[in-house]
């Protein structure tokens, strides 16, 4: 019952922030009119105020090692749930380059549209130029733009390669590729971080907010590179730049779900 409350609570307190962000980014719209350069200027600091106060209403705890990097950057990290994008949030107030789907999504999805993020269509190789168009823009008017090199989430046992599609611009320009890797914990006697943080298994979104807010507290944590790593060869770019997420990253600690369902699946033959 209690858990039934806390998730109800925090799911309302997490819409009702997401909305008066939006409604504040809005506002600042309308004050500047409209302009591309000042919104975005204000967009930064709302987009940060945004993925802090949605953790914060999760019950999450935030910790930062290492310095982010000022805009403009391009930046890249491993990918272990929707969460990750609200603590990268809170410390950047980046530009993200996400899946195309994400336009669709109730409400999320307007939200995204009209807060100049980037969308992607990553099973069409052609949209890759495009895309690599509207980073090149953000980062020409001051952004910092961030990618999830893995193209999906992880289970969170390592990092999984990184896309080298992804690095093309920044071989192609001589754009250094700055790295940061999140991780995740729960308090003891909690579900694992894999099973009620992490978001990579093929189920609803609905079912992993059930168990992620029923949770009465966790750790995220991010940790930026002491610095960037560069180069001309886009495999390589990639390769190095996953090499510094994996030294940076904390594998999370695994559940017990997964476990189980094999168990059903042994047990109905």
């Not at 506002?27 to 919104?39: E, I, P, Q, V």
């Amino acid at each position: 019952m209690l858990e039934s409350i806390r998730y109800y609570r925090k799911l309302v307190a997490c819409f009702g922030w997401t909305f008066f962000c939006w409604g504040v980014w809005l506002s600042a719209l309308a004050l500047t009119g409209f302009s591309n350069r000042r919104s975005r200027a204000l967009r930064r600091p709302i987009v940060r105020m945004w993925g802090t106060g949605v953790l914060w209403c999760m019950g999450a705890r935030i910790v930062t090692e290492g310095v982010p990097p000022k805009p403009p950057y391009f930046i890249v990290s491993n990918h272990l749930s929707h969460v990750d994008v609200f603590l990268i949030a809170s410390q950047l107030g980046c530009v993200f380059v996400a899946r195309a789907n994400m336009q669709h999504w109730p409400i999320l999805g307007k939200i995204a549209s009209t807060s100049q993020q980037i969308f992607i269509d990553r099973s069409s190789g052609r949209d890759s130029l495009r895309v690599m168009d509207l980073i090149t823009d953000a980062l020409d008017k001051g952004d910092g733009v961030h990618v999830f090199a893995e193209s999906t989430c992880s289970r969170g046992v390592d990092v999984r390669d990184f896309k080298p599609s992804l690095f093309e611009l920044a071989a192609r320009n001589a754009i250094p590729i700055h790295c940061a890797a999140v991780s995740y914990a729960t308090p003891e006697g909690a579900p694992a971080a894999a099973d009620s943080v992490a978001w990579w298994r093929a189920e609803p979104l609905a079912d992993h907010l059930a168990r992620l807010l029923r949770l009465k507290s966790f750790t995220a944590t991010v940790r930026f590179a002491p610095g960037p790593v560069s180069g001309g060869d886009r495999k390589a770019l990639a390769q190095a730049a996953h090499e510094q997420v994996s030294a940076l990253f904390t594998p999370i600690e695994q559940g017990v779900l997964e476990e189980l369902k094999d168990r059903r699946q042994r047990t109905s033959r």
